[in-house]
Antibody, heavy 118, light 108 residues
């Protein structure tokens, strides 16, 4: 069974940093591209970042470019999101999601809540 | 940037009725359009990929159609568990993805 389990969320002050993790199991993690998608409270879904299976290709949404860094450790079946210079508008549930065929996301974690507030 | 518009914002229907949800793209996305279902407190679930292909384990009452700029998700006969928010998503400029604002299907 495919499982994605996020962790690392919490309350942080504006300007602060946080590192999210996503532990994958039930599939060959190193064969799949992975993404982070977020959802602000009561709002829709926003794609945040993409990383290819070998980490050779990385993309970010304009809203987080220069502040967030995506990475992965295939030996540990883990995906990460380092978030720096956090802003109020970064408050959201952050999901890790497995990419399916370069078109969609077929498995999602349960999400981890990040709250940026003073 | 390709913008996705979904209509209606809310659809009020009764169990057993047919639901028709629309997603329109600001420019052609070919067939690179997916649909997701999200219930309160849960992660989204992939329903349809590449405009018309059902994801693994998705019931046959869910179907997708369209290409280019106009797409439709149809639920042939609503079950109680189908009342949720539905999002469309495109990847025409992969790997940068965008989602529509969602359509809420609620019980009439």
């Amino acid at each position: 069974e495919v499982q994605l389990v996020e962790s690392g969320g919490g309350l942080v002050q504006p300007g602060g940093s946080l590192r999210l993790s996503c532990a994958a199991s039930g599939f060959t993690f190193s064969s799949y591209s992975m993404n982070w998608v977020r959802q602000a409270p009561g709002k829709g879904l926003e794609w945040v970042s993409y990383i290819s299976s070998s980490s050779s290709t990385i993309y970010y949404a304009d809203s987080v470019k220069g502040r967030f860094t995506i990475s992965r450790d295939n030996a540990k079946n883990s995906l990460y999101l380092q978030m720096n210079s956090l802003r109020d508008e970064d408050t959201a549930v952050y999901y890790c999601a497995r990419e399916w065929g370069e078109t969609s996301f077929d498995y999602w974690g349960q999400g981890t809540l990040v709250t940026v507030s003073s | 940037e390709i913008v996705l518009t979904q209509s209606p914002a809310t659809l009020s229907l009764s169990p057993g009725e047919r639901a028709t949800l629309s997603c329109r793209a600001s420019q052609s996305v070919s067939s690179y359009l997916a649909w997701y279902q999200q219930k309160p407190g849960q992660a989204p679930r992939l329903l349809i990929y590449d405009a018309s292909n059902r994801a693994t384990g998705i019931p046959a009452r869910f179907s997708g159609s369209g290409s280019g700029t106009d797409f439709t998700l149809t639920i042939s006969s609503l079950e109680p568990e189908d009342f949720a928010v539905y999002y469309c998503q495109q990847r025409s400029n992969w790997p940068q993805f965008t989602f529509g604002p969602g359509t809420k299907v609620d019980i009439k």
